[in-house]
């Protein structure tokens, strides 16, 4: 399906020269002199760049071929991750540059997205809040501030900054967008 200057938005997915992009930041511009154009900012599935392209009247950009599979993350081999797809248990794996940032929330059993471009893996979404296991964290000391953060180590393998009255072998909550902690599962 082709897609217009008049249907950008954001979080729209295209596909430019053969890569999928999708739309982060979307401007309209209409400029006393001319005609109107879009300035948009893309962000590559492939390699997670995010480059600038303005739109003209006229031009136009394709709808990638891009698909979402539920699946299970195995686990980490030293050089790729192994994901099976939990309806008909077929496996993939992915290289470290298209897990992201995603592998520093994955634990094995858990379930994630799977993007698919052209029937080819290219990107992995952990769920967006995820409960993680502290294994590593420096002990609380008479006297440390009630608002203060210390570091602390995830079973995942993360680093987070967590309040001081958390200890290791606490499960919290953290947000995979942000890296940030959210709470204290009970």
Known sequence: MSISMSDLKKGLKIELDKIPYKIIE???VKPGKGAAFV???I???LNNKVIE???HAGDKCQEPNIEQKTMQFLYDDGEYLQFMDIKSY???NLNYDQANSAKNWLIDGMTCDILFFNNNAISVEPPSVVELKIIETPPNFKGDSQGGKKTAKLE????VQVPYHII???IIKVDTKTGE???KVK
């Open 53 to 55: 392209k303005t739109f």
């Open 181 to 183: 902690y959210l709470e």
């Open 43 to 45: 962000k590559s599935f």
């Open 156 to 159: 995942s393998g993360a680093i």
């Open 39 to 41: 300035r948009c900012k």
């Open 90 to 92: 077929e496996q993939i």
């Open 168 to 170: 290791e072998s606490d």
């Open 26 to 28: 979307y401007q309209h």
